[in-house]
C-alpha cells in the first residue's frame, strides 16, 4: 500500500502541469494554446482530483492518526455539551417541581373553565387558624375577615397561596426579654419548640400593627412571608420620627416630600441612618411575623438570620475602612452564638408562625407556634437574648443596607410607612382602634 502512495499524490495534483508543457510547444498554434490550457469541465475525473488536492491522504498513517484525533477531540466536545445540558435540564426540572404551586394551577384551571369564582377559592383560603374567611367588597376597598369563637380578624393578603393571609393585628407579650420573669442570667432559652415547659401566653398581652409585608425567595424559590408590626401605641412615635426627619416643622409630609423619604429609606446608607435613628433605645416595641410557605427546620431559618448578621457586620467594618466597630467584641460574638442555639433540633412545617420581637431596650424574643389553623397550642417563647446589637442587625437585614433578605418586605414596609407619613401625627393609631 505504501508503494502505491506516491502514484495516487501524483495523480492527485492538478492536471495544469502536463498542460502547460503542452502549451510551451513551439509548435502549438496560438488559439490552439488558449483552449488547451483552460480545464475540461466536462472530467468529472479532473474535478474530483482538483477537489482532493488539499485533502489528506487516507492511506497516510500520521495523517489518519491527525485525523482520528481531531474527530475524538470533536465528538468529546459534543458529549460534555450534551451532558451539560442534561444536567440543566434535570435541575430545572426539580426546581420546577419543587417549587411548583398546585394551588395556583388549580385556581387557574377552574378560572379557565369557568367555574364560580368564590371568596376562597381553596380550604387554605377558606380559613385562618380555625375561623371562617370572608370577603367584604371589591376592589380597593375590600376587606378580609376572619370570623369565629366569637372573635374578628381583619386579615391582608399576602400574595402567595400557600400562606395566603396575615392579620392586620396581632398580639403579643407585654412582658418583654428583659422583664420575663423565666429569663435566667446566663441561660438562653426557657423551652425548645412543642415543648411542655412553657405554658405560653394566655394573657397580659399589647397589640401590634402591620407595617408591610413580602415573600422572601431563594433564587425563585420562596421560602416565608415575613411582615413588621409595630406596637399600636407606639404608631405615632414612628408617626413623628419619620415625619421629622425630612421636615423638623410638620405633622404630615406633602407628595414631594414622601417621595423623598421613600428614596432614603431605599437607599442603602440612607436607610441605614433612618433606621439607626428610629431603633435607638429606649424607643419603640416592634416585631417580624415569619410564616413559612413550605416545610423546613430551624436550622434553614438560622442559617438564613446568621447570615443577615454577618452582612451587616461586614458593611460596618468597610463604613470605618477596616477599623474597630462595636460589633468586633467577645460579647457579641457570644450573643450571635447564643441566637444559634435558640434554633435547634426542630422542623417547622408549612403555615407555621416564628415572630422575632424586640422591646423598648432592644431585647430580642423569639415566639413560635406550631399549628395555628390546627388548634394547635398556644405561641411559646423559644428564648430570648438582652444584646440590642443581635436585634438591631436583624431588623437591619430586612430594612437596610445594599442586600437585604427580602426586597420585597423591604418595599412592603417603606409603602406602609408611606401611608403613616401622609396622615397627621396621632391619626393612624387613632383610626387602628
Not at 136 to 163: H, M, N
Not at 261 to 287: C, F, H, M, N
Request: aromatic share 6%.
Amino acid at each position: 500500500m505504501r508503494l502505491l502512495s506516491p502514484r495516487l499524490q501524483c495523480l492527485s495534483k492538478p492536471s495544469v502541469v502536463r498542460q502547460t508543457r503542452c502549451i510551451s510547444s513551439r509548435y502549438s498554434n496560438a488559439t490552439k494554446r488558449t483552449v488547451a490550457t483552460a480545464p475540461s469541465s466536462s472530467s468529472p475525473l479532473l474535478e474530483q482530483l482538483s477537489a482532493g488536492a488539499g485533502a489528506r491522504n487516507p492511506l497516510d498513517a500520521r495523517a489518519a492518526r491527525i485525523q482520528y484525533e481531531e474527530q475524538k477531540a470533536h465528538n468529546l466536545q459534543r458529549m460534555r455539551i450534551a451532558g451539560m445540558g442534561l444536567m440543566l435540564s434535570v435541575g430545572g426540572l426539580v426546581m420546577i417541581l419543587y417549587n411548583l404551586d398546585l394551588d395556583s394551577i388549580e385556581q387557574a384551571e377552574n378560572k379557565r373553565r369557568g367555574g364560580q369564582q368564590l371568596d376562597a377559592s381553596d380550604e387554605a383560603n377558606a380559613r385562618f387558624q380555625g375561623k371562617e374567611v370572608h370577603v367584604i367588597g371589591a376592589g380597593d376597598g375590600k376587606r378580609i375577615i376572619a370570623s369565629g369563637a366569637g372573635e374578628q380578624v381583619e386579615l391582608v393578603e399576602t400574595g402567595t397561596s400557600s400562606v395566603p393571609h396575615f392579620p392586620r393585628t396581632m398580639y403579643l407579650p407585654s412582658s418583654s426579654a428583659s422583664t420575663a420573669a423565666t429569663v435566667v442570667p446566663g441561660v438562653v432559652g426557657v423551652a425548645q419548640p412543642n415543648d411542655d415547659a412553657n405554658p405560653g401566653n394566655t394573657a397580659n398581652e399589647e397589640e401590634y400593627t402591620l407595617v408591610g409585608l413580602g415573600i422572601r425567595t431563594v433564587m425563585w424559590i420562596q421560602v416565608y412571608v415575613v411582615g413588621m408590626y409595630v406596637r399600636t401605641q407606639d404608631i405615632t412615635t414612628l408617626q413623628a420620627k419619620l415625619v421629622r426627619h425630612v421636615n423638623p416643622t410638620a405633622s404630615a409630609l406633602i407628595p414631594s416630600e414622601k417621595e423623598d423619604l421613600k428614596k432614603k429609606l431605599l437607599d442603602p446608607e440612607e436607610s441605614r441612618a433612618i433606621w439607626a435613628e428610629l431603633l435607638k433605645v429606649p424607643g419603640i416595641k416592634t416585631a417580624f411575623r415569619i410564616s413559612p410557605t413550605r416545610s423546613t427546620n430551624f436550622s434553614h431559618l438560622r442559617d438564613g438570620f446568621v447570615s443577615g448578621i454577618n452582612n451587616r457586620t461586614g458593611e460596618a467594618r468597610a463604613l470605618t475602612q477596616g477599623g474597630a466597630t462595636e460589633y468586633d467584641s467577645e460579647e457579641f460574638g457570644r450573643s450571635v452564638q447564643d441566637l444559634k442555639a435558640i434554633f435547634k433540633g426542630s422542623n417547622a412545617p408549612k403555615g407555621s408562625v416564628l415572630v422575632l420581637s424586640r422591646d423598648e431596650r432592644g431585647a430580642l424574643d423569639v415566639l413560635y407556634q406550631p399549628k395555628p389553623d390546627q388548634g394547635g397550642k398556644e405561641m411559646e417563647r423559644l428564648g430570648s437574648l438582652l444584646d440590642e446589637r443581635v436585634s438591631r442587625l436583624l431588623w437591619f437585614g430586612y430594612l437596610a443596607g445594599a442586600k437585604v433578605s427580602s426586597q420585597g418586605a423591604r418595599e412592603g414596609v417603606v409603602n406602609g410607612c408611606m401611608e403613616f407619613v401622609e396622615r397627621p401625627v396621632g391619626s393612624v393609631e387613632t383610626m387602628v382602634h
